[in-house]
């Protein structure tokens, strides 16, 4: 029985040997280029001035952002909000955001933080690489949800492919007064649920994103929004948050920058 | 034995040989495979030379570090990686006591430190630009070119700022440092070494050699790490205070 299981083993090892050495590839475990049958989003995309959040642009201006709060979208405590970072924008005080205090970005408002992303395709693992500080998202693919899931800034991605799209599933988002959802200051809780589906179009000019929410603790409803990212040929950049705010130090109301609270314990 | 069990217990060990093996790293990346989540089991705050003995420093080296050393004491000189975050540069970041991750895709080696999100590229396409044209846009990281020569990967590393320690304890550079890794796996695969090389004239009359050693650890995920947030228990670490 011993020598049966040895020779399962040799032809077993022998097929994988195989199929690595003809490009043979099962679908949905493979990588990067158009000899796969997955799709290839590999590279460096950088983000348009579009803005992309739960609620239009109230302001006619590209660097004051004002959301729609009257917007039925949102509940009473989450219009409340939106409605105070409009007042704070309007007033011509930069209101705080991801990008001017240094805090992580999280899921899905990273999609709308002026930035390039590199993404890489592992079998295993899409990871997006962001020019702005340096932040990083992981999707772990062909995998279930954690159990027991602690929430954290950019929570639990878990990724597919659907046909030419990468399909992204994220929970597990904490909450803090800098976790905001868009760009318009919205708020939202532990009960967002992000599903974000990544494909190239315009003949390989344009990575799309488009992305359905739900959080019944802070939208009335389910909804779907979208963001575009050009192709680029230069490559990723040092941009360091901690040092590049250009609002630190000048504008107070655009938050503290983080600064260890907690001595290092090395 | 059925044939139908036979054939399908010989698909089963080939898809689980595969997985394994695919796992790893995307398989149009070249060369041996060092990807995986690497977590070093010991930490030291001064950077140990191989052989032993001290920094060999100039005089202005010496002069500097010394400067460093008093004033991170005292609080004249601040240590804003670790206040503020900033990035640790390299060769700092080798001595990290949190886990990194190295990925491998066509082209490129990136490896991502759970420590401050510091990401490094290593170009695997061409040869590091000269001094010169680094010298243009200097990086707290610099920028990285790699290859192969066997089982090991080389990552050139130049064109910095001068705003990175070499070490916690404050051992100074200059944009003129260069650094060369020697990265492999040892032990049967089960440990990454990095032997690392520093040349920086102005501060150190002669390169010296450090050596890191960090185990696989395929079972951790990198997990935020948000400046002014506590962060993942380290105190296994040999080396580590605790908290």
Known sequence: MRRISSLFVVLGLSLCSFAAASGAQAPGSGPTTAKFSTPNLSGVWTRNLQRMGAVKNLSPRTDVVIGDWQDPVLQPWAAALVRRHGDLEASGLAAPETKQTCWPGGVPNMLSVPSSIELLQTPTQVTLLYTNDHQVRTIYMNQPHSKNLKPSWYGESVGHYEGDTLVVDTVGLHTHPMSLFDVFGTPHTEKLHVVERFHVVDGGKTLRVDIDVEDPGTFTKPFSMNARFGKVNYGFEEYVCAENNPLIGIDKTAGDMPREKYKPPF | ?243
Not at chain 2, 5 to 34: R, T
Not at chain 2, 84 to 112: A, M, S, W
């Open chain 2, 1 to 243: 034995m059925p044939k139908r069990f036979v054939a399908g217990a010989i698909v089963f060990v080939a898809a689980l040989a595969c997985s394994v093996a695919d796992a790893q790293k995307a398989p149009d990346s070249e060369g041996p495979d060092i990807s995986g989540v690497w977590w070093a089991s010991s930490y030291s705050p001064k950077i140990q030379i191989m052989g032993g003995g001290e920094l060999p420093f100039t005089p202005a080296g010496r002069g500097q570090y010394e400067k460093n050393m008093a004033g991170l004491k005292n609080g004249t000189v601040e240590d804003t990686a670790r206040t503020l975050c900033t990035p640790d540069g390299v060769p700092r970041l080798l001595e990290t006591p949190y886990p990194f991750q190295i990925i491998q895709t066509k082209g490129q080696v990136t490896i991502i430190y759970e420590m401050n999100h510091a990401i490094r590229l290593v170009d695997m396409t061409k040869p590091l630009d000269n001094d010169e044209t680094l010298s243009i846009l200097p990086y707290y990281g610099g920028h990285s070119a790699g290859h192969w020569e066997r089982d090991t990967l080389i990552v050139q590393t130049a064109g910095f700022n001068e705003k990175t320690f070499i070490d916690a304890y404050g051992s100074p550079h200059s944009d003129q440092l260069h650094v060369t890794e020697r990265l492999r796996r040892i032990n049967g695969g089960k440990q990454l070494e990095d032997v690392v090389t520093i040349e920086d004239p102005v501060n150190y009359t002669r390169p010296f050699t450090a050596r890191f050693v960090y185990d696989f650890h395929p079972e951790v995920r990198l997990e935020a790490y948000v400046c002014g947030e506590p962060h993942r228990d380290i105190s296994k670490v040999r080396g580590v205070k605790g908290f």
